[in-house]
Nanobody, 123 residues
Framework: QVQLVESGGGLVQAGGSLRLSCAASGRTFNDYVMAWFRQAPGKEREFVAGITGGITTRYADSMKGRFAISRDNAKNTVYLQMISLKAEDTAVYSC?????????????????WGQGTQVTVSS
């Protein structure tokens, strides 16, 4: 079992930045692929970025160059640094985890989820 707790969301102006954090329980954090997803009102949950235990990363095309995912295995934490935020980035951002080595980009590929943190970008 893995429990995930996100933090760092909030209200920011367009062009601003935020860093989200996701703290995970458990002693084998580096065995898990971690990912961030987001869901805007009326839209489906979408993949934002993912990172393997071996630090391979993957991003949704619209986030490349603006978002950066990283992890600190010693702290059992994964981060999402977001810059140049746009109004369309407004969503609930959720952290997810799955065992194994394959970095999935669909929500169904993940076994554990945090409660989510709201990011609101004002234009």
């Amino acid at each position: 079992q893995v429990q995930l707790v996100e933090s760092g969301g909030g209200l920011v102006q367009a062009g601003g930045s935020l860093r989200l954090s996701c703290a995970a329980s458990g002693r084998t954090f580096n065995d898990y692929v971690m990912a961030w997803f987001r869901q805007a009102p009326g839209k489906e949950r979408e993949f934002v970025a993912g990172i393997t235990g071996g630090i391979t990363t993957r991003y949704a095309d619209s986030m490349k160059g603006r978002f950066a995912i990283s992890r600190d295995n010693a702290k059992n934490t994964v981060y999402l640094q977001m810059i140049s935020l746009k109004a369309e980035d407004t969503a609930v951002y959720s952290c997810a985890a799955r065992g194994g080595l394959v970095l999935q980009t669909t929500p169904a590929g993940y076994d554990y989820w945090g409660q989510g943190t709201q990011v609101t970008v004002s234009s």
